[in-house]
């Protein structure tokens, strides 16, 4: 019946209704993903991008979250609420597990994550892993105004020298 009623609350787009009956649902089937997604969703839909991020959340903690894609999203969200340096952790230990793959894409979310996070130390180990694979200077580049900002001259001449060497620059 529960399942029929949510049914019905997305048919007729009754979005303010339908996170108690999720929530009944999650009661009762803790480990169904889809409820998980679909009340985050809901919230997202109403506008209350926090409780989205804490759904999201819980079913991280529930282990419900089973694609990379799914933990990428919740790093996003943690970014874009202002909670950075949870993200961080979150998606490095995700990476050293095997569970996110230590691609591009995933050291880009990673360096960024950190530097909203002001933990540029963090932020620069990234953006070396990332530079490796960086067919550009740009990784390099942004490694040198990381090193400016510490006031690390050294390191931020070292790191323009390589942005140069590598070109593909503006």
Do not use: C
Request: charged residues 30%.
């Amino acid at each position: 019946w529960l399942q029929l009623v949510l049914s019905l609350r997305f048919e007729l787009k009754q979005y303010a209704q339908i996170p108690r009956v999720l929530k009944i649902l999650l009661e009762r089937h803790p480990k169904k993903k889809t409820y998980w997604l679909q009340l985050a969703q809901v919230y997202e839909e109403l506008n209350d991008s926090k409780r989205a991020l804490a759904v999201m959340e819980l079913a991280y903690n529930a282990g419900v979250l089973e694609t990379p894609q799914e933990r990428i999203n919740l790093v996003q969200r943690l970014v874009a609420q202002r909670a950075s340096a949870k993200g961080a952790k979150i998606l490095e230990a995700e990476m050293a597990a095997g569970r996110v793959p230590r691609d591009t894409n995933s050291l880009k979310l990673l360096a960024n994550a950190w530097l909203h996070a002001r933990e540029r130390k963090k932020a620069l180990d990234s953006l070396a892993l990332l530079a490796k694979s960086d067919s550009t200077g740009k990784t390099y580049l942004r490694m040198a105004q990381v090193n400016m900002e510490m006031e690390r001259w050294e390191d931020a001449t070292r790191s323009i020298r390589s942005a140069f060497s590598k070109g593909g620059l503006d």
